[in-house]
Nanobody, 115 residues
């Protein structure tokens, strides 16, 4: 079971990035897919999550700037991030929960927003 995340990088404040994550190596269906982020010395926090069926959920700090989407057949999830702020700087982690209850994490992709 593997999660391959990509799309991080360095961007100026106000810019955009699109994170992608592909789940592979498992024959099971995916329930929840999501993105979390973490900065040094802080706990990992939810950014956005999207269930297989139902509306997505966003952290309050997103404030309408990010959009999460998924493809159930390809087992992929994306996070479109617009109007980025320096405080969005963090390592972003992809998270997938399979229908058997298995919870998996990607290795993280760095997002740096300069002021």
């Amino acid at each position: 079971v593997q999660l391959q995340a990509s799309g991080g990088g360095l961007v100026q404040a106000g810019g955009s990035l699109r994170l992608s994550c592909a789940a592979s190596g498992s024959p099971f269906n995916v329930n929840d897919m999501g993105w979390y982020r973490q900065t040094p010395g802080k706990q990992r926090e939810l950014v956005a999550r999207i269930p297989r069926v139902g509306p997505p959920e966003y952290a309050d700090f997103v404030e309408g700037r990010f959009t999460i989407s998924r493809d159930n057949v390809k087992k992929m999830v994306w996070l479109q991030m617009n109007s980025l702020k320096p405080e969005d700087t963090a390592t972003y982690y992809c998270n997938v929960i399979y229908d058997i209850g298995m919870n998996t994490w990607g290795r993280g992709t760095q997002v740096t927003v300069s002021s």
